[in-house]
């Protein structure tokens, strides 16, 4: 078998993804029941990780195509597997193995979880996702916890409320016996400490849905199918229904994480949309309220002048109407008008004079 069919998978310069396929196989080939096997899987993996490295470097490309056959050993690949067999036996740790599968299918799967803006911002969701066995215990790292966060904040559409659940379980985990070397805490992040602070956000009606047509269609759905199996509306308020939703989303959504990113960056951009439409309606009705207030001025103004009016020309305020004040205001405007522009009209002959 080539490289690629010991790791069970098609070639691939990805090592995120050959480092996966080797902790499944691992788990496949034990050491002790297949030591043969599990020295041919150790060899692909080192190998395949050595092409990824220098096609990603670009120091040289290998066809895929031709993939290197690793039952026909070269002689001094023969005499390196013999000197290994003489090497004493040993046992093999799993632990390394099974935490980097463990961590490789929590960042997939909260990814996958975080893209989703139906599921995003619902507290049932982390609740029950954080809380999983294989995965709570993975905290108890503190280079993990830093690289949660990362990826937190890597992540937009975050409501403050789930980023303060975010901070509320990771200080769980902050002990006296786990104190960072640096002494400071993954929560004192820059990027981290900002997503706390209250600022302006669209509403949940904007924010946890899926605005495009595929994306309203993956969730329609899902929608769908659950509320069939339990004879029933599906209410992602209930805790109970929002697992249903998340297992059957997951397992949709597993192998197409490219188009979930593509559905994620759709919704970015029709929340941009929105936030754009929200700032001109915000522009619009803080101009419409000036105006409102600079009209309620003068018309504050022009009384006030009219009543003056009345008492310069003797005239009972209860006389007349605040219409009739207003027309004699508008009268006394126009003839002083046209004083200043006779005014003006002397001044300019007697410059000429």
């Not at 093999?92 to 599921?119: I, K, M, Q, T």
Request: glycine share 4%; charged share 30%; aromatic share 14%.
């Amino acid at each position: 078998m080539n490289i690629w069919e010991w790791l069970d998978i098609s070639p691939t310069t990805d090592i995120a993804k050959i480092k996966s396929a080797y902790a499944r196989q691992a788990k496949r080939y034990h050491p002790e029941e297949h030591p043969e096997e599990f020295k041919a899987l150790q060899r692909a993996y080192k190998e395949a990780v050595s092409r990824a490295r220098n096609q990603n470097a670009g120091s040289f490309n290998i066809p895929p195509e031709q993939p290197a056959d690793m039952s026909g050993q070269r002689p001094e690949q023969k005499q390196a597997e013999d000197s290994f067999r003489k090497e004493p036996e040993y046992s093999f740790d799993y632990s390394d193995v099974d935490a980097y599968g463990d961590r490789e299918r929590f960042c997939r799967h909260f990814l996958l979880l975080a893209r989703n803006p139906y599921l995003r911002n619902n507290l049932h969701t982390w609740e029950h996702f954080l809380h999983q066995d294989m995965y709570s215990r993975l905290f108890e790292n503190a280079d993990f916890r830093t690289r949660f966060i990362r990826c937190v904040c890597g992540v937009a559409g975050w409501r403050r409320k789930t980023i303060l659940y975010f901070e509320k379980f990771l200080l769980s985990f902050h002990t006296e016996q786990n104190v960072p070397a640096g002494g400071k805490w993954e929560t004192e992040l820059m990027c981290f400490r900002l997503e706390k602070l209250p600022h302006l956000r669209l509403p949940a009606f904007f924010m946890d849905r899926f605005w495009g047509k595929e994306g309203r269609s993956l969730y329609k759905q899902m929608h769908i199918k659950i509320s069939r199996e339990m004879g029933r509306e599906l209410n992602l308020d209930l805790k109970s229904d929002v697992i249903r939703y998340m297992k059957l989303y997951l397992l949709s959504v597993e192998s197409k994480e490219d188009y979930v990113e593509h559905l994620h960056r759709g919704w970015i951009v029709q929340q941009i949309s929105w936030s754009a439409v929200g700032i001109v309606i915000c522009l619009v009705l803080v101009f419409s309220e000036r105006y409102s207030v600079e009209k309620r001025n003068k018309s504050a103004e022009d009384l006030m002048r009219a009543e003056y009016l009345m008492e310069l020309y003797e005239l009972e305020s209860g006389s007349c109407s605040r219409e009739e004040q207003l027309e004699i205001l508008r009268d006394y405007d126009r003839r002083w008008k046209d004083a200043e522009e006779a005014i003006d009209d002397v001044l300019e002959r007697y410059e000429s004079w």
